[in-house]
Structures are given as C-alpha cells and as structure tokens.
C-alpha cells in the first residue's frame, strides 16, 4: 500500500479534458515538485488531490481511503490540506483568527478548547513569520504575507500532506529563500509537500521527485535533473522547434568538432 | 540617536472573543437590560408597551444577526418565525392552554423544526438567491396560514390575557435577554468562528475543516428560535393575531434596518440598534404623523450610505470621523 496514489485521474469540463489519466505515487516524507507550463492542468490536479473537485475518471487515495467519496470539510481530517494559488483570506479576521478557525476545525482540532486554538496560532506565526502582524485584520496583508497566511492556516490542520499551490509566485529573491528554508524545515518535521511553482530555481532545489503535466498529461517523472534534461519536458516548455534547432545545433557543432579533430 | 522602531499598533484589540464587537457597548446593553427589569413597577402602560416592543424588536434583531450578521446569509423571511411563534400561542391558546410560560418552550421547539427542514434544501442557495427563497418562504406560509381554518384562518385568533398582564413583559424580557446571552456565548466559542468563517469565504472554510451546512443550519435553526420565542409571547401581549400582524413586513425589515443601525456581526449591536430605531420612530411618529414613514425611509438611506456596518463600527480604528469620510468618499456623496 502506498502512502498517496494519484491513479488514472482525469478530469473533464464539458469540452476541456483539463486532466487526463494522470498516474504517480507519492512516498512518506518527501517532496514532489508538480511543473507544467500554465493551462497542464496542476492547480485541477491539486483540486482533484484535496477533495474540492471530483475526477471524472481514476482515483485519488490516501489512507486507503479514496478522497472523492470523502466530504471536502473532512479531508484536511484525514492528514491532507492546501493553499489555494488564489488567496482566500476571511478578509474582517486577524491573522491570528484566520489561523485559529484551522486549528479549531482541522485534525486536531477537536480536541483544543478555544484559547488553545489561539495559542497554536500564534506558534504557527511565529514559524510563518507573522507574529509581526498578529493582531491585524488579514484584509490589510501584503500579497507575500498573505501567501504566508495561506500556509500558516494549512499548517493549523496539522497535516501530513501539505499541498502547496503557487506560494512562492510575487516573492522577491530573498523571501524565495525564505520560503524555502519554510519548505525545508517542514519537510524535515515530516510532512509531505506536493509543491505547485513556477520558479524552477526554488522547486529544483527543494524537490525529491518531479512531476511534468503539459496539456493534462503526464510527461516526465523522476529526480530533478533527470527530468530537466527530458526531451519531452524541453519540448512542451520551449516548443518542439527549438528542440530540433537545438539538436541540428549540436549535429552541426559535432559535425565541426569532428572535422576539428580530423 | 533617533532609532526608527517599526512597532506598528494592532488595528484593534483582539484575541479571545474576537468577534463579539465592542466591549463597552456590551456592558451598557447589558446594564440597561437589567434597569429594563424596573420599567413595570412604574405602572404605567405606554412605557411597559415601549419597553416590551424594544424587547421584542431586539430577540428578534439578534436572531437576524446570527444568519444574517455573523454567517453572512441575508434573509428576508426571518419573520415566519416569528409568525409560527405566534401561531403555536394562538393555537395552544385555542384548545384551552392559555398560559406564557408553555407556549414559549414549545414555539422554540416548533422553529427549530421548521429551520431544520428548510434550512437543508434552501441553505445550498447562496447571496441574492437565499434572500429570496427565504421572502419566498414567508409569504407562503403566511398565505398557508391564511387558508387554513383551524388556525383562524383569515379571521385571526384572539387570546384571553391573564390578570397579571406584567407576565408577558418579564416573558419578553427573558427571551430578549436569553437571546443576547446565547449570541454572547456562539460569538466567543468555535461556533461563532465557523460562522464568521462561512460568511467571509465558505470554500476556504470547508477546506478548513468547517462542515458549512451544519453550522448553516444550526445558525438559521437558533436565529428562528429567538424570534419565534419573541413571536410566541407578542401573540399573549396583544391578545389578537391574524396572518397580517403575525407576518407583517414591519416585523421583517424593523429587525435587518436595526442590525445594520446598531452594528452587525456583533453582539450588543442588534440592541442597540433596536433601541434607537424605536426612539427614532417614536419621535418621528409623535411630531409628524402624516410622513413620519418619509422620514424613517431617508433614516434607512442615511445608515446605509454613511454606517453600512452600523454604530458600533465607529468606535474601529477604521471608523471613526474618517471612517464616515471614507464612506462618503467611496459613495461619491
């Protein structure tokens, strides 16, 4: 049995098959980087992975249990939670609040009385770095800090899957890294992450395993490198052309390198 | 040396019990209820009648601001509560059991019953649309009720009031005062966040953890419940019910106008809210009674353009004098 199986998913809107039979397997404790250029289908596949949308075909287990049969207000019970790439803050909370009404309802959260909810809040502030802004109405928030918020308040559900849908999009270099030292140190306490990103420094660097969807397909699978050095990854990201101009390219150099030599 | 500190100030005091609004305005609502207590012993009937009105508007204003207010659900019909309320007196009153103190328990029971099986169906619709459902409800069972003549049908009920009429002002009261303490206790408990939850962003709150048709529908059952207990103890007070006065479109749009004057989505708003309207109509009904309801018109245009979110915002940070020029500004006033 494995940990969480994406199976066969496809997914359709009417006439868009915006995911067809997408298939991996995500291990305990490590970190699956989902690339793709925009309109693969990765924010539809996190929706599929967190219960918000049911798949037209396949499956999605966790725990041997399949999430599309599973309520969407309890799947974050079984271990998983999200952000969404689109902040949804509840804009009249504090921050503190916003985080709270996770750590009231989520996993754990049956068993924290009121002011315990708060006093996890506040911890998991302190690790997002918003302690700062504790106490303030989420409407007020930067867009970074509001990208913080949205972890924070999936931390609150004290996940063992964390699905994390563009939060490092709008950063500037050094909260990337910021965000990372996030990721790393959450990987580390033994969460799971899925990682949706487009800045392909920071997903290289924090992935163990990589996962391509162009066009709702699955293209590519496998360690970082391994898949950026795919000839279908370069294809669906610059374009088949350029793969050919790059290989006649090469023929050419080759061609001039061995005539060099001769 | 001048070092720049970067201690930004909270916005506004928070923490437990967030989301009950001002404190302040809490404990005077509070110390007026408990001198409301005395208004009887002045024995005089146009003030017990005043009183008992601000009691009754006020249930009925906190009940609309726990689905309307705190979960975010407008709804137009809140008064079919507070007509089954009054209906459950009259039909108790009618097979011989004319007595206060039994009709309130058993109209609470009757709302909650009635929330419950609406509430699932009409709870899935969202803004504009539950809106009208729930005006749509209030005019049908109104219409129901008209037409069914083991209820008085079109004739209306009269009820035979006891000696010790003061009875139905301390009924009042309890129910007014049962219902602040119930807001009270939802707004600094996890209920009251799921709540607040739903009303800001309800796909965030399921993925959260919150089960958004539950608490839907736990609000909407508690918010009929106060205003059925309100209409349950108006039907003894006045003595004389028929659909009209049970379902009327006063009692419907008295309760929103006062949670929007007072401060929604807080706890001493919806009093507070219930008293000043009152006094506002009081006075325009006593200095102008041709076109005391033009006045009361622009009075609700005023509250809405200037206090879209009512008195009690004004002591925010973001209220306050440039709070109202904001608003102005914003309405291009």
Request: net charge neutral.
């Amino acid at each position: 049995m494995s940990f969480l199986e994406i199976r066969g998913v496809g997914m359709r809107f009417g006439g868009l098959q915006a995911l067809d039979d997408v298939s991996f397997r995500v291990e305990r404790g490590s970190v699956v980087g989902l690339i793709g250029p925009n309109g693969s289908g990765k924010t539809t596949l996190m929706n599929v992975i967190s219960g918000v949308y049911k798949p037209t075909a396949g499956s999605v287990t966790f725990a041997d249990k399949t999430i599309a049969n599973v309520p969407t207000h309890q799947v974050c019970r079984l271990g998983i939670a999200r952000t969404f790439q689109i902040v949804k803050p509840f804009a009249s909370l504090t921050v503190r609040e916003n985080v709270a009404v996770g750590a009231m309802y989520g996993r754990d959260g049956a068993k924290r009385t009121t002011a315990q909810a708060f006093d996890h809040a506040s911890e998991l502030l302190e690790i997002v770095s918003l302690a700062r802004v504790a106490d303030r109405p989420a409407s007020d928030l930067t867009i970074p800090d509001r990208k913080r918020l949205e972890v924070a308040k999936a931390l609150a559900l004290d996940p063992d899957v964390l699905l994390l849908d563009e939060v490092m999009a709008g950063l500037n270099a050094s909260e990337v890294d910021e965000a990372l030292a996030l990721l790393r140190s959450l990987s580390e306490r033994g969460v799971t992450l899925i990682v949706v990103e487009h800045l392909m420094k920071a997903i290289m660097a924090v992935s163990t395993t990589i996962v391509v969807l162009a066009e709702g397909k699955k293209i590519a699978e496998g360690a970082p490198l391994e898949v950026t050095q795919s000839r279908a990854v370069i294809e669906a990201y610059l374009g088949a052309r350029y793969v050919k101009r790059q290989e006649a390219a090469r023929a050419v150099a080759d061609a001039r390198a061995a005539e060099g030599a001769r | 040396m001048a070092v720049a500190t970067a201690t930004a100030p909270p916005a506004r005091r928070v923490g437990l019990g967030g989301i009950t609004g001002s404190p302040l305005a809490l404990k005077v609502v509070v110390g007026l209820l408990v001198l409301a207590l005395a208004v009887p012993l002045l024995h005089n009937g146009y003030y017990e009648n005043l009183f008992r009105g601000i009691l009754m508007f006020s249930a009925m204003a906190l009940g609309w601001n726990l689905i309307g207010g705190y979960t975010g659900y407008v709804s137009f019909g809140n008064v079919v509560f507070f007509g089954l309320g009054a209906y459950t007196s009259a039909t108790l009153a009618s097979h011989g059991i004319e007595n206060v103190w039994v009709a309130v328990p058993l109209a609470i029971v009757v709302a909650a019953m009635f929330a419950v099986a609406l509430g699932v169906p009409i709870l899935r619709l969202k803004g504009h649309y539950f809106g009208i459902a729930t005006l749509g409800i209030a005019l049908a069972v109104q219409e129901i009720v008209a037409n069914v003549d083991a209820l008085g049908g079109g004739t209306g009920v009269t009820l035979h009031q006891a000696a010790w009429y003061s009875q139905y002002y301390y009924a009042m009261w309890l129910v007014c005062a049962g219902s602040l303490l119930v807001t009270w206790f939802i707004a600094r408990s996890k209920f009251g966040y799921a709540l607040v939850a739903i009303r800001e962003n309800e796909d965030a709150a399921a993925v959260l953890g919150v089960n958004a048709t539950y608490f839907k529908v736990a609000a909407w059952a508690i918010s009929g419940m106060m205003a059925a207990a309100a209409g349950a103890v108006f039907a003894f007070s006045t003595g004389f019910i028929d659909p009209p006065s049970a379902f009327s479109v006063d009692n419907n749009v008295f309760p929103i106008v006062m949670v929007l004057l007072g401060g929604i989505g807080t706890v001493a708003g919806p009093v507070v809210g219930a008293i000043l309207l009152t006094a506002i109509n009081e006075t325009l009904w006593s200095h102008f009674p041709q076109i005391h309801t033009l006045f009361f018109g622009a009075v609700i245009v005023i509250v809405v353009l200037f206090l879209p979110r009512g008195l009690l915002y004004l002591q925010n940070a973001r209220g306050g004098l440039r709070g109202m020029i904001d608003s102005l500004s914003a309405y291009r006033v």
